[in-house]
């Protein structure tokens, strides 16, 4: 017995059976509406009549399930077939009960069932529900790109490159923000519409910067940007929202293109392998896992390239570690590892500024910034160590 929307009373008869080969099927006999007085000769009719209507014999019906209802118990005992109480209604008993009793006193609640021979335990979980977070995503029809993506960059004493980078995005997309995060040692003003630079204490580092960019973004997606990117016609933002909307992707990053023409994304799979006291082994191959229907350039993998689109929520989720300061990729993407699910399109391109300079060619600013970020502390390796095999318990890994 249920009730519709609008509290209408209908009866349902499902037949469970074992088919020739051995399969168990289950079919809907009949729906009925049911408006008498739900009583159990009135029931017990019902269910009579609707098996008599399939041409059930009765002999041969083994066993009849229903809710634990006293009316509904009652025909199928008047009509003398076998009963056995529902597991579903049992259950939703048996929940209800241990959480009347125990919510008080903690945020969960175990569930024991046991025959003779057979004990199961369900741990119910007391928590509030998840609030639906909304994002005005602009006006209808095409994406809006302003009211749907933050962009978001890490500078470090590159402010000529930067700049290139902001030029060439106001090229394609005029009014989106950007976002800067800064750990120069000499921080310089960047302005112009819709750009919002935040100072960092000196050498911070990369991840804390991208925290504190992500933090400030509040769109629906975040675009993360290197700045020493240039946008070009083949970056196409539109593209990884079109995927992002219309699939269960919280992130896909796109490629990065070489002045030698050279095209990169970083495409891997991350599995990580069970080990023993000792740790796991971590295991990262390059490839993917396989293309995603109606995006014929896109797949899913499990990490890739510095210049990837993501739900905004879900990128603070999993946040970067600020520890890693001169160094760091692939440790967002393992920390991901099981709530991201990532993807990669190779059609969505952004270049990526010359690194081919002369020695006697470089400026006073490139030299100072190759300093600070090649030349490490002595106690760099340690720390890597630390944060990538003792905080993920790992204790080896594999790549090629």
């Known amino acids: 017995m ?3 929307i609008n509290m209408s009373p209908y009866m349902s008869i499902t037949a469970h059976y074992v088919s020739k080969d051995w399969t168990l099927k289950s079919k809907c006999l009949e729906t009925a509406f049911a408006p008498e007085s739900h009583t159990a000769a009135v029931l017990a009719e019902a269910l009579q009549d609707g098996s008599q209507a399939w041409g059930v014999e009765e002999e041969k019906v083994t066993c009849v399930t229903t809710d634990n209802g006293a009316n509904i118990v009652a025909a199928v005992r008047d ?27 903690t945020d969960r609640a175990f569930v024991q069932f046991g025959t003779e021979e057979h004990q199961s335990v369900f741990t119910i979980k007391v928590r509030h529900g998840t609030v639906p977070k909304l994002y005005n995503s602009g006006s209808l029809g095409d994406y809006n790109i302003s009211a749907l993506v933050t962009i978001a960059s890490k500078t470090f004493m590159r402010y000529d490159k930067l700049q290139d980078l902001i030029d060439s995005i106001r090229q394609y997309y005029p009014t989106v923000t950007i976002v800067i995060a ?82 990169a994304t970083y495409r891997h799979t991350i599995s990580v ?30 990490a890739v390239i510095n210049f990837f689109m993501g739900r905004t929520d879900k990128v603070r989720q999993v946040g970067f570690n600020p520890r890693l300061a001169r160094r760091g990729h692939l440790e967002f993407f393992i920390d991901g590892l099981g709530s991201l699910h990532i993807g990669s399109c190779s059609d969505v391109i952004v270049g990526h500024a010359s690194k081919i300079r002369l020695p006697w060619s470089k400026t006073e600013a490139e030299k100072a910034y190759e300093q600070f970020r090649y030349s490490s502390p002595n106690d760099n390796g340690k720390l890597y160590n630390e944060i990538f095999y003792f905080n993920n318990r790992f204790k080896c890994m594999t790549s090629n």
């Open 2 to 4: 249920w009730s519709s």
């Open 182 to 263: 800064d750990d120069s040692e000499h921080p310089k003003p960047v302005t112009g519409p819709h750009i919002e630079h935040y100072i960092m204490p000196f050498g911070k580092g990369w991840f804390a910067g991208r925290n504190l960019a992500v933090s400030q973004v509040s769109t629906k997606y975040v675009l993360w940007v290197d700045d020493d990117f240039i946008f070009t016609a083949s970056t196409k933002l539109e593209k990884m929202v079109d995927i992002l909307e219309k699939t269960t992707l919280d992130l896909v990053g796109g490629a990065v293109r070489e002045v030698t023409g050279y095209t």
């Open 273 to 302: 392998e069970e080990g023993g006291t000792e740790g796991d082994c971590l295991h990262v191959r390059q490839g993917h896992h396989h293309i995603i229907k109606g995006f014929p350039n896109c797949v899913v993998a499990d």
């Open 79 to 105: 009509l003398k077939w076998p009963w056995i109480s529902g597991f579903g209604h049992n259950l939703n008993l048996a929940v209800n009960n241990a959480l009347s009793k125990e919510k008080a006193k």
